[in-house]
């Protein structure tokens, strides 16, 4: 079934009269849905989504910890793989069951669910933990204030959410060119499909858009244009691979908004049910860890040297920025095994050990040999743990608690 929205100058002839095609004007912002259907408002559509009608279940409606990640889909498994890269590996103990646990973090239910529906159960109460697009979150947490974004860059499900329009429309490549065509009018409104009814309403309205008509589709959005079903669309893009193979374009000024994988919670929960923050703690420290990792390499030299000092003054002049590491080169002595049986004694070689991205390794390599460098290891980085994880201090902030409060938090097992 498909929903549309209608954006027209209100005027009392308007309310008062009907269309000739048989559509019901409801003023500036209106939706129809498809016979038989009733007539509903964009403005009812909103809150049906949104926070307006929800019954929000009350913390002391159960004790456990529960957290929402999607079901099925590109977006599950990459979730999953995150998850189980840091140490969270999620356990089904029944395959056919929606609910599950992670082992290493006793006493949080893990439950599948839609996307959508991890959105919308944060809303309501019943999972206090979610991982979700930030397009999902958008478009059906319609800026709740009780969601809070924990972390807003988890590396996967990159994309971006734009207008496209045909091929053949050789004079339209931005969206004031859209706004300008002339073959869009009130009796004529430009027609856009998306999954996306909320945030495309507000795209529009905030571009200045005074005539289109929103209709939303289950999937194949691409097609509507062809089929003579809409004008244009608004849709996630991710390589723009399949915009191009069914003759649409991104626009200049189309893109409404960029996504990808982001770590949300509810702030109730945060703030009431016992545990939750220090989830959310362990949880920030696994994922900022290997987040900052992805990409490093730790390249270790030998390079001869008349002391550790010396050897870190020579690094720093010649290497500049490329042998920095993090904070500074590690340099430590090797002791030279004594082959008279006394005590080894430090030698004149210094062990050099610093983290650059894969990118840079040989550039690194060639410049540690400038050094007096040799025998060079490289190898990933899994973790790269730091005293307090940024988005950690943010979060406390944002929830108006003291950080002193939970300092415990960094050594407590």
Same mark, same amino acid.
């Given at each position: &079934?498909?929903?549309? =929205?209608?954006?027209?100058?209100?005027?009392?002839?308007?309310?008062?009269?009907?269309?000739?095609?048989?559509?019901?004007?409801?003023?500036?912002?209106?939706?129809?849905?498809?016979?038989?259907?009733?007539?509903?408002?964009?403005?009812?559509?909103?809150?049906?989504?949104?926070?307006?009608?929800?019954?929000?279940?009350?913390?002391?409606?159960?004790?456990?910890?529960?957290?929402?990640?999607?079901?099925?889909?590109? &977006?599950?498994?990459?979730?999953?793989?995150? /998850?189980?890269?840091?140490? /969270?590996?999620?356990?089904?103990? @029944?395959?056919?069951?929606?609910?599950?646990?992670?082992?290493?973090?006793?006493?949080?239910?893990?439950?599948?669910?839609?996307?959508?529906?991890?959105?919308?159960?944060?809303?309501?109460?019943?999972?206090?933990?979610?991982?979700?697009?930030?397009? &999902?979150?958008?478009?059906?947490? @319609?800026?709740?204030?009780?969601?809070?974004?924990?972390?807003?860059?988890?590396?996967?499900?990159?994309?971006?959410?734009?207008?496209?329009?045909?091929?053949?429309?050789?004079?339209?490549?931005?969206?004031? $060119?859209?706004?300008?065509?002339?073959?869009?009018?009130?009796?004529?409104?430009?027609?856009?499909?998306?999954?996306?009814?909320?945030?495309?309403?507000?795209?529009?309205?905030?571009?200045?858009?005074?005539?289109?008509?929103?209709?939303?589709?289950?999937?194949?959005?691409? =097609? =509507?244009?062809?089929?003579?079903?809409?004008?244009?669309?608004?849709?996630?893009?991710?390589?723009?691979?399949?915009?191009?193979?069914?003759?649409?374009?991104?626009?200049?000024?189309?893109?409404?908004?960029?996504?990808?994988?982001?770590?949300?919670?509810?702030?109730?929960?945060?703030?009431?049910?016992?545990?939750?923050?220090?989830?959310?703690?362990?949880? /920030?420290?696994?994922?900022?860890?290997?987040?900052?990792?992805?990409?490093?390499?730790?390249?270790?030299?030998?390079?001869?040297?008349?002391?550790?000092?010396?050897?870190?003054?020579?690094?720093?002049?010649?290497?500049?920025?490329?042998?920095?590491?993090?904070?500074?080169?590690?340099?430590?002595?090797?002791?030279?095994?004594?082959? $008279?049986?006394?005590?080894?004694?430090?030698?004149?070689?210094?062990?050099?050990?610093?983290?650059?991205?894969?990118?840079?390794?040989?550039?690194?390599?060639?410049?540690?040999?400038? @050094?007096?460098?040799?025998?060079?290891?490289?190898?990933? /980085?899994?973790?790269?743990?730091?005293?307090?994880?940024?988005?950690? @201090?943010?979060?406390?902030?944002?929830?108006?608690?003291?950080?002193?409060?939970?300092?415990?938090?960094?050594?407590?097992?």
């Amino acid at each position: &079934m498909s929903a549309i =929205a209608r954006f027209a100058p209100l005027t009392a002839s308007s309310l008062a009269s009907k269309r000739a095609d048989g559509r019901q004007p409801i003023g500036r912002v209106s939706a129809r849905r498809a016979a038989p259907a009733r007539v509903a408002t964009v403005a009812s559509i909103r809150q049906q989504q949104g926070t307006a009608t929800v019954t929000r279940q009350p913390v002391e409606s159960r004790d456990s910890i529960r957290m929402g990640i999607p079901s099925k889909g590109r &977006m599950a498994e990459d979730t999953m793989d995150l /998850l189980a890269d840091c140490q /969270l590996k999620v356990r089904k103990i @029944n395959p056919r069951q929606y609910a599950a646990e992670i082992p290493n973090v006793p006493g949080m239910e893990v439950w599948f669910q839609r996307a959508t529906d991890v959105v919308r159960k944060l809303i309501s109460g019943d999972v206090d933990i979610g991982i979700v697009g930030y397009d &999902m979150l958008r478009e059906i947490g @319609n800026d709740d204030p009780d969601l809070v974004i924990v972390h807003d860059a988890l590396g996967f499900g990159g994309c971006h959410l734009a207008v496209a329009v045909p091929q053949a429309w050789e004079d339209v490549n931005s969206l004031r $060119d859209l706004m300008a065509d002339k073959r869009f009018s009130a009796e004529r409104p430009l027609r856009v499909v998306t999954a996306y009814m909320n945030l495309a309403e507000q795209f529009f309205q905030e571009q200045g858009f005074e005539h289109v008509e929103l209709s939303t589709a289950d999937g194949a959005l691409e =097609a =509507a244009p062809a089929m003579g079903a809409a004008d244009c669309i608004l849709d996630l893009v991710s390589s723009g691979t399949t915009l191009r193979e069914n003759n649409l374009k991104q626009i200049d000024g189309g893109r409404v908004l960029e996504s990808q994988g982001c770590l949300v919670a509810s702030r109730t929960a945060l703030l009431e049910r016992p545990g939750t923050l220090e989830i959310i703690h362990e949880m /920030l420290e696994r994922l900022e860890a290997h987040l900052r990792a992805d990409g490093l390499f730790m390249v270790t030299a030998n390079v001869r040297g008349a002391s550790a000092e010396e050897v870190a003054t020579k690094l720093a002049t010649s290497g500049g920025q490329l042998l920095k590491g993090l904070q500074g080169p590690t340099v430590s002595p090797i002791y030279t095994p004594s082959t $008279d049986g006394s005590p080894s004694k430090e030698g004149s070689f210094y062990a050099v050990s610093l983290a650059v991205p894969k990118t840079r390794i040989y550039e690194t390599v060639k410049e540690l040999r400038k @050094n007096g460098g040799s025998g060079v290891l490289t190898f990933p /980085l899994t973790y790269v743990f730091d005293e307090e994880p940024p988005r950690w @201090n943010a979060l406390i902030n944002n929830l108006g608690l003291d950080a002193k409060d939970y300092e415990h938090l960094k050594t407590q097992m």
